[in-house]
């Protein structure tokens, strides 16, 4: 008698978006110390209290918002996101950064929170496009990204200093057309 085979199905996460609070300063510093080395040569770390107010002044602005990704069954920050240089006028664009923090990493959280973090981007902010900028060797973002919808649309040699040194980044791009067309 052969054995019947299983698959597993994954249970991802459940995750809410909300903006980031003064309150939020010790345990999202401890997060970022925890994951200096998940995020090393990828992103630079926050480990002060005065670059997390800097971040929440930042977040207030009308160029920039903010969001801690926090898993729903005990509201704890699993990572976070920013739209940032948000572009008004005939641009209607901004630019897409994201985080988790080295406890949550592999476990689902961002690929529940991107599609939360779009409909801000496309439905509440009425942005025409959003660019992420990514390392080349970040495969597991750029696969989150590919999933979600997004182009690459080139590579930017020496693009961003992280760590001391200027690292080269794809760009990748996903529109308000193209937003509504992977939602079909």
Same mark, same amino acid.
């Given at each position: 008698?052969?054995? @019947? +085979?299983?698959? /597993?199905?994954?249970?991802?996460?459940?995750?809410? $978006?909300?903006?980031?609070?003064?309150?939020?300063?010790?345990? =999202?510093?401890?997060?970022?110390?925890?994951?200096?080395?998940?995020? !090393?040569?990828?992103?630079?770390?926050?480990?002060?209290? !005065?670059?997390?107010?800097?971040?929440? /002044?930042?977040?207030?602005?009308?160029?920039?918002?903010? *969001?801690?990704?926090?898993?729903?069954?005990?509201?704890?920050?699993?990572?976070?996101?920013?739209?940032?240089?948000?572009?008004?006028?005939? *641009?209607?664009?901004?630019? $897409?950064?994201?985080?988790?923090?080295?406890?949550? @990493?592999?476990?689902? =959280?961002?690929?529940?929170?991107?599609?939360?973090?779009? +409909?801000?981007?496309?439905?509440?902010? %009425? $942005?025409?496009?959003?660019?992420?900028?990514?390392?080349? +060797?970040?495969?597991?973002?750029? @696969?989150?990204? #590919?999933?979600?919808?997004?182009? %690459?649309?080139?590579?930017?040699?020496? =693009?961003? %200093?992280? /760590?001391?040194?200027?690292?080269?980044?794809? #760009?990748?791009?996903?529109? /308000?057309?193209?937003? #509504?067309?992977?939602?079909?």
């Amino acid at each position: 008698m052969s054995r @019947a +085979r299983r698959t /597993a199905v994954r249970n991802l996460p459940q995750v809410y $978006l909300r903006p980031p609070a003064p309150g939020d300063r010790d345990e =999202y510093l401890r997060l970022n110390r925890l994951s200096v080395d998940h995020f !090393r040569g990828l992103a630079t770390p926050m480990r002060e209290g !005065r670059v997390f107010s800097a971040w929440l /002044a930042r977040c207030e602005r009308d160029d920039q918002v903010g *969001f801690l990704i926090c898993r729903e069954e005990d509201d704890a920050i699993a990572g976070s996101t920013n739209v940032s240089q948000i572009v008004r006028g005939g *641009f209607q664009s901004g630019y $897409l950064g994201y985080q988790v923090f080295a406890p949550f @990493a592999g476990q689902g =959280y961002m690929t529940v929170a991107l599609p939360l973090i779009l +409909r801000v981007v496309f439905r509440e902010l %009425k $942005l025409h496009r959003v660019e992420a900028n990514i390392q080349p +060797r970040n495969a597991a973002s750029i @696969a989150l990204v #590919r999933r979600a919808g997004f182009e %690459k649309e080139g590579y930017s040699p020496r =693009y961003l %200093k992280i /760590a001391g040194r200027w690292r080269d980044h794809e #760009r990748w791009a996903m529109t /308000a057309e193209r937003y #509504r067309d992977v939602r079909r």
